[in-house]
């Protein structure tokens, strides 16, 4: 049973979400405030969280930020009235995997959220067939067309979160944040970049030209989906 948890504070639509998401393999936990919410989220662990943006009690954008500090990698698609580009790139920036307007089709919500869940079980494993790559992130077994890829230990943290997040962008910051994890207190402006370049140089057959690793300008880095 896949566990979804909703925070949205008008009622009526609350329940419709929940009606339209839950059955058979998928059950929805509702909370209409940030206090709920913490306290709810402090204790269950979820496949996904579906989060509004206004909220009486404050904001699901920095309930979204507090989460991906602690290091909370769930999938979490964003729900708001706010339908300027601006309010979508801060989402993503945040660490939003997707973002849906109001008023929106629950049609709709259920396949993003059907995606989700899909991206979450297939990157469930360590190991991943993607195009010519295969990964196997606890051997530390690195292939492309069956040909061995040595990684070192950054890129290949580097190269997880971005297959994990599959199709979306990261943002810069946090690809600096899930990747730098030792504790130091500063890392060099460019560390990410050269990163970058190194695992392209390593993955990419014409690395000025990259097929996977992608630069989504403005926002981080994205390992595209079918290329």
Known sequence: MQQIFLLEDDAALGRGISMALCGAEQAVVLADSIVQARQTLAKTQFDLLILDINLPDGSGLDLLRALRSQGNATPIIMLTANDLEMDEVTGLEAGADDYITKPFSLAVL?????AQLRRRSVHSSSQMEIGPFLF???????????????????????????VENLGHAVPRITLVDRVWTDGAEFVEENALSVTVKRLRAKLEKDPAKP???KTVYGIGYTWAVNP
């Open 211 to 213: 097929e996977y690793l």
């Open 110 to 114: 259920r396949a993003r959220v059907q």
């Open 136 to 162: 196997d992130f606890d051997r530390m077994i690195f292939r492309r067309d069956g040909l061995p890829v040595e990684l070192s230990k950054t890129e290949q943290k580097l190269l997880r979160v971005l």
